[in-house]
């Protein structure tokens, strides 16, 4: 690949190399409960049933 192993040694030992800090764990995040906001309509016959059910009727609403 055209690198010297020779070289790697004093490649890691240079002066002014950027180390970076240990990754900090995190923790999970709790999953908010979504409210309803409206009444879930069912697939009309001409929509297969293995589609994703339609989004909640309020989120076709315009809020200000």
């Known amino acids: 690949m055209g690198i ?3 070289g ?3 490649y ?4 002014h190399r950027t180390v970076l ?3 900090q764990q995190q923790t999970q995040s709790k999953q908010l409960n979504i409210l309803p906001a409206g009444v879930k309509q069912p ?3 001409h929509i ?4 994703p059910p339609f989004p909640d009727p309020h989120a ?3 809020t200000p």
């Open 48 to 51: 297969p049933s293995y589609l």
């Open 8 to 10: 790697l040694e004093s």
């Open 60 to 62: 076709y609403i315009r």
């Open 43 to 45: 697939h009309p016959s």
């Open 12 to 15: 890691g030992r240079r002066p």
């Open 21 to 23: 800090p240990q990754l």
């Open 4 to 6: 010297k192993l020779e």
